[in-house]
């Protein structure tokens, strides 16, 4: 099967820019696309951002668009999101996950990584 790490969490005033990362290792062949998504404090997992691993295709939730940007590697077999203009309601574990299509993603199908934390202070 394959596993996904994030990396590249941490905290980070209002304004300013972090780029996460989700590196896929093992069977990386069924892989076609993936999915980020974040968990607010106290609040449930939800969608944010979407990528086709061959197409290169991309969709975004409303508040994230401008402001976030998604792009994979597929040499390095690894996904990243830019996020620039942070505000406080960013703050959340982000989690990726990948899978046949992004619609199986969505409705919890895939493999999923362990998260990375983001913390924006005001």
């Known amino acids: 099967h394959v596993q996904l790490v994030e990396s590249g969490g941490g905290l980070v005033q209002a304004g300013g820019s972090l780029r996460l990362s989700c590196a896929a290792y093992g069977r990386t062949c069924s892989v076609a696309a993936m999915v980020w998504f974040g968990q607010a404090p106290g609040k449930e997992r939800g969608f944010v951002a979407a990528?086709?691993?061959?197409?290169?295709?991309?969709t975004y939730v409303d508040p994230v668009k401008g402001r976030f940007t998604i792009s994979r590697d597929n040499a390095k077999n690894t996904v990243y999101r830019q996020m620039n203009s942070l505000k406080p309601e960013d703050t959340a574990v982000y989690y990726c996950a990948a899978d046949k299509t992004i619609g199986t993603i969505q409705k919890g199908a895939g493999s999923w990584g362990q998260g990375t934390k983001v913390t924006v202070s005001s």
């Open positions: 990528i086709s691993w061959f197409g290169g295709s991309t």
